[in-house]
């Protein structure tokens, strides 16, 4: 198994541009998560999904959006960019909400110049 | 609302020396706690969690904490750390099933293992 991947490791945006991050899963996880990490901030939650067809906003939506249509593909949506996104962003997936027991992807470096 | 706080953001020790990184959390329900770890240029993998049980719980690699209910804390230890040890330690809470899995991260504490 793969597990949890993203593409691309690393991105430079212009201000205002526009990109998809990818995250796939290859373990059937029904739930899907995207954070960001900022420096001595922690993770932050921007989206999640329970399941295919299923999103819902997290403690730091503004500026992404996210889709679901299958399993196993969770892309994030940014538009406009803004130097405020620099961040790097995980994917996680897990297969329970019981556990908390999440799989992480490699992070997505993104720097918005 | 749930939120943890590590109360150290670095910690350097030498290799073989003892260590404890310290968390403390808020919830006014019960919690299930975590314990991530970060290594350079990766993503995080769980180190070890508590659900419920006995309080003393331990994970991958030597580690292992103690989750102590009156004093709202899950403190991670390792009696001998080693060179490889040298990572991002992340605490988290969560509230229970119906939000088991949306985490409440802390702000992370860099151990850094010295020869």
């Known amino acids: 198994n793969a597990g949890v991947t993203q593409t691309p490791k690393f991105r430079i945006l212009k201000i205002g541009q526009s990109m998809t991050l990818q995250c796939t899963q290859d373990?059937?996880?029904?739930?899907m998560y995207w954070y960001r990490q900022d420096p001595g901030m922690g993770l932050k939650l921007i989206y999640y999904s329970v399941g295919a067809g299923i999103t819902d906003k997290g403690e730091v939506p503004n500026g992404y959006n996210v889709s679901r249509s299958t399993t196993e593909d969770f892309p994030l949506r940014l538009e406009l960019a803004a130097p405020s996104q620099t961040s790097v962003y995980f994917c996680?997936?897990?297969?329970?909400?019981?556990?908390?027991?999440?799989?992480f992807g490699p992070g997505t470096r993104l720097t918005v110049l | 609302a749930q939120s943890v706080t590590q109360l150290d953001s670095q910690v350097p020790v030498f290799e073989e020396a003892p260590v404890e990184l310290r968390c403390n959390y808020s919830s006014s329900v019960s919690v299930y706690l975590f314990w991530y770890v970060q290594y350079p240029n990766q993503g995080l993998q769980l180190l070890l969690k508590y659900l419920s049980g006995s309080t003393l719980v331990k994970g991958i690699n030597g580690f292992e904490a103690e989750f102590n209910k009156s004093q709202t804390s899950f403190h991670l230890r390792k009696p001998s750390v080693h060179i490889s040890d040298t990572a991002e330690y992340f605490c988290a809470v969560s509230e229970g099933k119906t939000s088991g899995s949306r985490l409440t991260f802390g702000e992370g504490t860099q151990l850094t293992v010295n020869p």
């Open positions: 373990m059937n996880h029904n739930y």
């Open positions: 996680a997936s897990s297969y329970s909400q019981g556990t908390g027991e999440l799989f």
